[in-house]
């Protein structure tokens, strides 16, 4: 079965040269917020803000890229701690040079990537694009985070309607 964004041609032709990548495919060894691995959430937070920037009249190209490389980083992050700072601080720079041995980036697909922890970190982002991927990247984790636990609500809203309409 094939999930929206792969038949989203204007989408994919986006972002298909980084997807093909060794590099964003091993993502997928990773899990990122309990129920998702970080290849899924990365997608997610992509497309999501793609269709935002189009929604907003945003840089729809900018956001699909930056969106798709914002946590191009290999290790996890639960256990793995730094001098340097928080993994707030660290990842979104780790990944900004990791993103750049793999393709070009404008200074707004930086910023994106750069400024995606805004909240966490202090400098707020200078595009209305890294916004939007700050706040998608934030959406996506907590509904990964808490997919099971709304599904158990919904499975109990079910049963119990259910009893209470067969009484
Ligand atoms: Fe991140
Ligand atoms: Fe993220």
Redesign the pocket.
């Known amino acids: 079965m094939k999930i929206a964004w792969q038949e989203d041609p204007e989408y994919v032709s986006y972002v298909e040269d980084l997807l093909e990548t060794q590099e964003v495919q091993k993502l997928g060894e990773f899990v990122q917020h309990r129920h998702s691995t970080r290849l899924e959430h990365s997608i997610s937070v992509s497309y999501n803000s793609y269709k935002l920037a189009k929604r907003f009249n945003g840089d729809a190209k900018a956001c699909a890229r930056a969106g798709l490389l ?2 191009l980083f290999y290790y996890d992050w639960r256990t793995t701690k730094f001098d340097e700072g928080t993994h707030a601080y660290v ?2 720079r780790i ?1 900004c040079k990791n993103a750049e041995k793999l393709t070009e980036l404008n200074d707004m697909e930086k910023d994106i990537i750069i400024k ?2 805004f909240g966490a970190t202090i400098a707020p982002p200078r595009y209305k694009e890294s916004y939007i991927v700050t706040m998608v ?1 934030k959406y996506c984790a907590v509904q990964e985070a808490s997919l099971p636990m709304s599904e158990r609500i919904k499975h109990r809203w079910n049963t119990t309607f259910k009893k209470k309409q067969s009484v």
């Open positions: 914002h946590d990842h979104p990944a995606h922890m990247d």
